[in-house]
C-alpha cells in the first residue's frame, strides 16, 4: 500500500502533485496527474520519461499511450518540432535498467512486444527473484493488462 501511495503523488512526472484525475481505460485505475501532464497527455505530447512512467503503471496499451502516439521509447509523435528533450526527460533505455531487477520489469512493461534483447536480459536475473517480484507486483496491481503482462513475463 506504501508503493501505491507514493505513485498517486507522482504518476507521469513525479515531481508535481497529482491535482487531476483521467479516466483510463481501466475504471478502477484512473490516470493521476499533475495540470501540465494532464494537458500533455490529451494532446498526445508527454515528454518520453512522462510516456514511461505512465505505462510502467497502466501498461502503453492504453489508449491515450498507445502506438499510434508514441514510439517503444516514448517520443510523441505529435509533439512540435521545436520542443527539445533533456537529458533528464528521456526515457530509460535498455542498457540502463539491466542489471536492476525491478527497473527491468518496469522497462518490460513499457514494451509492446517483448523482444529477445529483454528476455535475454531477464535471464540474465535469479528465477527466483523474478519469480518473487512478479508476485509481489501481480497482488499490487488492479490493472488487468500489467497483470497479463507479468503472467507472460513469467514464461
Ligand atoms: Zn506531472
Not at 80 to 103: F, G, M, N, W
Amino acid at each position: 500500500m506504501k508503493i501505491m501511495w507514493t505513485t498517486t503523488l507522482y504518476e507521469a512526472c513525479q515531481k508535481n502533485e497529482m491535482n487531476v484525475v483521467e479516466a483510463s481505460d481501466e475504471p478502477q485505475q484512473p490516470f493521476q496527474l499533475c495540470q501540465q501532464c494532464h494537458e500533455r497527455l490529451l494532446t498526445y505530447s508527454l515528454r518520453p520519461i512522462e510516456w514511461y512512467n505512465l505505462a510502467v503503471l497502466h501498461s502503453p496499451k492504453q489508449f491515450l499511450l498507445h502506438d499510434d502516439f508514441y514510439g517503444e521509447d516514448g517520443q510523441a509523435f505529435q509533439l512540435e518540432e521545436e520542443v527539445i528533450i533533456t537529458k533528464s526527460e528521456k526515457a530509460p533505455t535498455l542498457q540502463a535498467v539491466r542489471h536492476d531487477l525491478e527497473s527491468l520489469l518496469d522497462f518490460s512493461i513499457t514494451r509492446w512486444f517483448l523482444e529477445d534483447d529483454v528476455i535475454d536480459a531477464l535471464k540474465q536475473h535469479d528465477q527466483q527473484k523474478i519469480l518473487a517480484s512478479i508476485k509481489s507486483r501481480f497482488n499490487e496491481t488492479e490493472h488487468a493488462e500489467v497483470k497479463s503482462r507479468m503472467v507472460r513475463n513469467r514464461g
